[in-house]
């Protein structure tokens, strides 16, 4: 998964992967599909200073991820 922008700070990645990975399961998403949304979530993470706050949102997840599968 590419990140969407140039990497600045891997800091949150994990996390963020954690949590999209956790909102697929919780979801009842396939195990496939949930690495698919903590990969996009962990790509965002990366993207955004660790001095900054931006988190993504639901909506935003679900886009990319369908982007990403349509592409």
């Known amino acids: 998964m590419p990140p969407p922008a140039p ?3 891997s800091n949150g990645a ?3 992967f954690a949590a999209a990975f956790l909102h697929g399961m919780l979801s ?3 195990p496939h599909r949930c690495a698919l949304y903590g990969a996009v979530a962990g790509a ?3 993207v955004v200073p660790s ?3 931006d988190a993504m949102g639901r909506d935003e997840l679900l886009d990319r991820v369908a982007w990403f599968e349509a592409a």
């Open 14 to 16: 994990g996390d963020a």
């Open 28 to 30: 009842g998403e396939p």
């Open 7 to 9: 990497v600045v700070d």
């Open 44 to 46: 965002h993470a990366c």
């Open 51 to 53: 001095t900054q706050t």
